[in-house]
């Protein structure tokens, strides 16, 4: 299994400062995800980069996570290049920071990029799903319920953990 095998990946900063990251895994995997899930909490807005084919192509959407951070949830309205880019490609990554666009983000920051794939919110599951979304974002209720809105989750594969400028660590989900 994945989770029982760390992996060091070799990472080369710009500074050549040779760093690596790191996977983590049991119990250090465990206390980064309770870490990722406060963070989460704390962010309304992420970054979602879709592909069309010929250039990638980012939007802001306001997201929730599962408890697990197995998947994100964000809505999106149909008549939208995010949405037809997503139709056509749905592997995605989405970018959450905390920066304020001061020089102390070099040192303070936090950017977490999550990597997956995006599917419809099933109908089993969308009354939790939704829960989840507007306990978040209660605000978006009247445009979640819109019938030109798309509902989403975005099945995580992965995480990538920046902190400190250079800090980089992988959590698989």
């Known amino acids: 299994m994945k ?21 983590k895994i049991g119990l250090e995997k465990e206390e980064c995800l309770g870490r990722l899930r406060k963070f989460f909490e704390s962010q309304p807005l992420a970054v979602l980069a ?17 408890e697990r951070l197995t998947y994100i949830l964000f809505s999106t309205t149909r008549a939208t ?4 880019n997503l139709m056509a490609n749905p592997e995605v990554s ?15 920051a936090m950017a977490v990029t999550a990597l997956g794939r995006v599917e419809p919110v ?22 979640l319920h819109s019938p030109t809105t798309a509902f989403l989750k975005i099945r995580i594969e ?3 953990v920046v902190t400190r400028f250079q800090h980089v660590v992988e959590v698989s989900v």
Not at 81 to 84: D, G, Q, T
């Open 3 to 23: 989770d029982e095998i760390a992996s060091v990946i070799p990472h080369e900063p710009e500074g050549g400062a040779g760093e690596t990251f790191v996977e």
């Open 158 to 160: 992965k995480y990538i």
């Open 122 to 143: 099933e109908d089993f599951e969308l009354s939790i799903m939704k829960k989840i979304y507007l306990m978040k974002h209660p605000y978006l209720e009247d445009f």
């Open 81 to 84: 290049r995010k949405y037809s």
């Open 50 to 66: 879709t592909q069309n084919g010929t250039a990638p192509y980012v939007s802001l959407v306001a997201f929730a996570s599962n």
């Open 94 to 108: 989405l970018l959450i920071d905390n920066r304020k666009n001061k020089i102390e983000d070099f040192r303070d």
